[in-house]
């Protein structure tokens, strides 16, 4: 991913670490570097969701290890920000966590796959809340099925990535179900249909990037929103 500063970040797994291209083409590491483990100062092997805020903090999925991870610009150690306390379904725990979107007061939006289900972790709070999701694995408007990404616009709208149902779904402030904004909710590689769909990207005007992975491709939907960011 790409920040407001035109640098680079990027999770390599095999490192156990985030790295930060610079504009000179310098890597550096921002998060993790120490190894395989769940310390503070290190991460898992899989890191699904990475984010980076205004302030160049940046958030990262470590998601064998059922936690979100803040690191400082320049920290060696990381704070757990949502998770650590083992793998599950209460309210202070993560089920392999991918996806993460940061909003501009510091609310954590995750995509819990194994929960499925959208949580939020206000700054600070030792549990989160189920904004989107979390009745179970399904096709129904008020279930998803692994959840792969999460985006919010600035009215406090919820995308989320419905990975296996083929379909980005929309979930208002509040709201127990979403309405499907694209792709068909069946797989398939046609103009308006996704299979596996993971990151997606909200930008101004209402369009909307789908990393639609199985049908190797990025597409461009054009959804009903004045809240696009």
């Known amino acids: 991913m790409a920040n407001n500063d035109d640098n680079l970040y990027y999770a390599e797994q095999s490192r156990y670490r985030v790295g930060r291209v610079l504009l000179s083409g310098t890597v550096i590491t921002v998060a ?4 395989n483990g769940n310390a503070p100062n290190q991460l898992g092997p899989h890191l699904f969701g990475v984010f980076v805020d205004q302030f160049g903090n940046v ?6 290890n059922h936690r979100v991870m803040k690191w400082l ?6 704070i757990v920000v949502a998770g650590g306390n083992g793998q599950g379904n209460g309210a202070n725990q993560l089920n392999y966590p991918y996806g993460i979107y940061v909003d501009s007061h510091g609310n954590i939006y995750i995509a819990d796959t194994a929960n499925y289900r959208i949580v939020l972790w206000s700054p600070g709070s030792y549990t989160g809340t189920t904004v989107a999701g979390g009745n179970g694995p399904g096709a ?10 999460v985006a919010v616009d600035m009215c406090g709208n919820i995308y989320v990535s419905d990975a296996q149902n083929a379909r980005i779904t929309r979930w ?3 709201a127990w179900s979403g309405t499907v904004v694209a792709g068909t909710g069946v797989l398939g590689n046609q103009i308006n249909q996704m299979n596996n769909p993971l990151g997606i ?3 101004s005007l209402g369009n909307l990037y789908v990393a639609d992975l199985s049908n190797n491709r990025i597409q461009r939907f054009v959804i009903n929103n004045n809240c696009g960011k």
């Not at 958030?59 to 064998?64: A, E, H, I, L, R």
């Not at 129904?140 to 990404?149: D, F, G, H, N, Y």
Request: charged share 15%.
């Open 73 to 78: 610009p320049r920290a060696t150690n990381g």
């Open 59 to 64: 958030y990262v999925s470590d998601t064998d």
């Open 172 to 174: 208002t402030p509040g």
């Open 140 to 149: 129904a408007l008020s279930q998803l099925t692994t959840p792969r990404s």
């Open 32 to 35: 993790g570097g120490n190894g």
């Open 201 to 203: 990207k909200l930008v």
